[in-house]
């Protein structure tokens, strides 16, 4: 039977810092009413025996705002109350409290780098197919190691542990998903103390520690400790552990480890979190704790984890319903948890030793409640309540694919054709006299009744169209060659002037053709792609319009694989072609109005540009989220599946390699007559690549690369689009193709598309393509600084 309920309780407004010092103002008063519903779930918690008591702290604007002990800090072999100077074993919480805030000071002192591999500080780590391991996959959880080491086996020891991590072998490729590990957190103890020459334990001690005042912090607590340490549970021999580490291994290393070991109370923890709260007052700088707090596991990764800190993930549970992703926690086996949100200043230390008294009790519900109630009751104030509004808005995660993404809408989209007829040709207008005006468009220039731009223009009050421009594959969109000549237009007889040609002089309007017009209007679906052509045509005409002091009008369409993913490596600088018209990334997710923006001030073009703008659309929508119609961009992009594999699959085409083209599903598949199938599929799948399979096939295309040979090779399906970083998985088959079939795949043809040296050398020195694209990732970041000036959705 339960003892009775006790609860032991210090509520009221008061100085961080300064625990029990209860100050009895009426905001203390108010903020203790708004979080009374806590009470009750906590103590139906310790009533249906899922924990024996706790210690919960709620801070709020730099004070503690709740502070309150519950039930028991004991059941055997004699029950005890619950105190708030309650002493916890912090189980996981060691691995953010401890390692990751050493590792993120190293980092700071330039003594680690979080992309080196793992080896360069511990070279014994590189054995077993560990030597690319890095230090930002350990504290992500993306390294591919197991779990746990082995505990079947009697071994005793921290060397013995280390020994044992260092000829551990992946799992998993390093990299490819998300494996909760506290391997990772072990070698990472392993680096600090390698690194600084000091043991974990004293480093964190001296280090972090004490500048915070927290003097009931630290591993193997001493004896002194005991009389108030939460006991968890009985051990293998009977004996109840207390002031003794729970984890088993942690337990073996001899109570230090960086994955577990460290103890603590709620007050304590409640000043880290306030130092955090004030961008690491002292112990970090304000830009580690931004970094190791936002999502920096791998891009598509479908868990966000920050270094060390859980953001959304299977784990999350203690973030509640209310607050939002960009908060950042943890929990610890025993029955620990924390949870920090910056967008309201606030954080939740819940401690409990649910484990006591035989590991039978279970504090994750509790935790969700406990953050549910706790955000509920928030003394918020109006801005407070304002950015809490806007952080928690259900919708799509524009930086990454957290694992509540939404995945697709039914969304109603009116592109900037339907818009500009909806607004009556508003800007298209002149005073004076009709507007003379060309066209660039081809069968996507389409509006809601499915009639072409260029009738709509045709027939369009004060418009003069005078000449239609035709992209590659013509105006029709079906042709797939250079020769692609001038024509007249078969319902409207209007000229239209072929802008696609063999060469560069083919590819741009002519000039006396443009300088008998007032304005170009540009009508044409994009793939999303950097070397997508029709993108570098958008170009071409802002340049020859700025040079004729002729005007262009952008009317928008969507980028059908979203607008809310920008991946893939940049190109070098110098090496602008018909496929890279810029120095944008693989994917930018930008919508042509948006490019037509950006090409004109940093390529410093200064036309006189306007883009008509969709209205409906959202950043995260893949084109069959918008209730458009379908239509081809060109003859070989047929479907969104096709769009969504086009940036990876593509970027191998000028190689020697059928990418499909000649089949009924181009970009889906990759062959050739000297791929072994099953090999090829067995290892392509064997890489564990975020969002897609790959089946072994056979093909016959009808023209192309292999036109009539028959072809071995993949199919690709796509399991999970906002999963996929299809530029990676360019990386991917091509590192693939090399490693298995050296002596037959001309990697060096890449080049054309790639247009970026360090990722080919990288390639042709076997590196790992996950490292490659870690590697860019930096680039990316660049990019989407100067892409955030011109996003107009």
Not at 462 to 491: M, Q, R, W, Y
Not at 494 to 503: E, L, N, Q, R
Not at 601 to 615: G, S
Not at 669 to 689: D, Q
Request: hydrophobic share 40%.
């Amino acid at each position: 039977m339960l003892p009775e309920l006790t609860l032991v309780e210090n509520a009221g407004l008061r100085p961080a810092g300064q625990p029990g010092a209860a100050v009895p103002t009426s905001a203390g008063h108010s903020a203790a009413v708004h979080l009374a519903a806590v009470d009750a779930v906590i103590q139906q918690a310790i009533v249906d025996g899922n924990i024996p008591g706790a210690v919960l702290v709620v801070g709020h604007d730099g004070k503690v705002i709740y502070r309150r002990a519950y039930g028991s800090r004991a059941l055997e072999p004699r029950h005890e109350v619950m105190t708030l100077e309650t002493v916890f074993d912090l189980a996981s919480l060691t691995k953010v409290i401890a390692t990751t805030t050493a590792v993120m000071q190293l980092v700071e002192q330039g003594k680690v780098r979080l992309n080196d591999p793992v080896a360069k500080y511990l070279p014994e780590f590189a054995q077993n197919g560990k030597d690319d391991i890095t230090l930002r996959q350990l504290l992500t959880h993306y390294s591919g190691l197991a779990p746990d080491l082995d505990l079947k086996v009697r071994w005793e020891g921290k060397q013995t542990a280390y020994g044992m991590m260092l000829a551990e072998a992946p799992e998993e490729p390093p990299g490819s998903q998300f494996t909760y590990s506290d391997i990772n957190f072990i070698a990472l103890g392993a680096v600090v103390e390698r690194v600084s020459g000091e043991t974990l334990d004293a480093y964190t001690a001296r280090h972090v520690f004490a500048p915070l005042k927290m003097t009931r912090t630290r591993f193997v607590p001493p004896a002194s400790w005991r009389a108030k340490t939460a006991p968890t549970q009985y051990d293998e021999n009977e004996h109840m552990l207390r002031g003794v580490v729970h984890d088993p291994t942690a337990r073996r290393m001899g109570g230090v480890a960086g994955h577990a070991g460290l103890f603590s109370t709620a007050d304590d923890l409640a000043r880290f979190a306030q130092a955090l709260l004030k961008g690491g007052d002292g112990i970090l700088s304000a830009f580690s704790v931004e970094k190791m707090t936002r999502p920096e596991q791998p891009p598509m990764a479908p868990a966000l984890r920050g270094f060390g800190w859980d953001i959304d993930s299977p784990f999350s549970s203690n973030r509640g319903d209310f607050l939002p992703v960009g908060s950042y926690g943890h929990t610890g086996f025993t029955g620990t948890s924390m949870w920090i949100d910056p967008t309201t200043q606030s954080y939740i230390i819940l401690l409990t030793n649910a484990v006591h008294p035989r590991g039978k009790g279970n504090a994750v519900g509790l935790r969700s409640k406990v953050a549910t109630a706790v955000a509920a009751g928030l003394p918020l104030t109006a801005a407070e309540k304002e950015a809490l509004r806007w952080s928690s808005i259900t919708g799509y995660n524009e930086a990454q694919s957290a694992a509540r993404r939404v995945s697709a809408r039914n969304g109603s989209v009116k592109t900037g054709l339907d818009v500009l007829e909806a607004h009556n040709f508003d800007v298209l207008a002149m005073a004076d006299r009709k507007k003379r005006i060309g066209l660039v468009t081809n069968q996507t220039g389409i509006d809601a009744q499915g009639r072409r731009t260029i009738d709509v223009l045709a027939q369009a009050p004060g418009v003069s169209l005078e000449a239609i421009f035709s992209p590659e594959h013509g105006v029709t969109g079906t042709l797939d060659t250079t020769d692609v000549g001038n024509s007249k237009d078969a319902a409207t007889g209007i000229p239209v002037y072929s802008v696609y040609g063999a060469k560069d002089a083919a590819r741009r309007p002519p000039d006396d053709v443009m300088k008998r017009l007032d304005a170009v209007v540009f009508d044409i679906q994009d793939a999303g792609a950097r070397f997508y052509t029709y993108e570098t045509t958008l170009g071409y005409f802002l340049e020859a319009a700025a040079a004729a002091s002729v005007e262009v009008i952008v009317l928008d369409r969507p980028d059908p694989v979203t607008g809310s993913f920008v991946q893939g490596p940049g190109t070098d600088a110098g090496h602008e072609s018909f496929t890279n018209y810029w120095t944008v990334p693989v994917r930018h997710g930008m919508t042509m109005g948006e490019l037509a923006k950006m090409f004109n001030v940093e390529r410093n073009i200064k036309a006189k540009l306007t883009v008509v703008p969709m209205e409906g659309w959202q950043r995260g929508d893949w084109f069959d989220s918008t209730g458009l119609e379908w239509v081809n961009p060109s003859p070989n992009l047929r479907s969104v599946t096709e769009a969504a594999l086009y940036p990876g699959v593509a970027a191998i085409e000028g190689t020697n390699v059928s990418v499909g083209r000649g089949t009924d599903t181009p970009f889906e598949l990759v062959g050739a007559p000297w791929i072994k199938s099953k090999e090829f599929a067995a290892y392509l799948n064997g890489r564990g690549i975020s969002g897609v399979r790959f089946v072994p096939v056979s093909f016959t295309p009808t023209s192309s690369i292999y036109g009539g040979q028959n072809c071995n090779g993949v199919n690709i399906v796509l399991t999970d689009r906002n999963g996929l970083d299809a530029p990676e998985l360019g990386i991917e088959l091509a590192s693939a193709l090399r490693r298995l079939y050296a002596a037959d795949f001309k990697l060096e043809k890449i080049t054309d598309l790639l247009v970026n040296q360090s990722v080919y050398d990288a390639l042709m020195a076997g590196r790992d393509p996950r490292k490659i694209a870690q590697d860019w990732q930096e680039e990316l970041a660049s990019f989407q600084q100067v892409r955030k000036k011109y996003l107009i959705y």
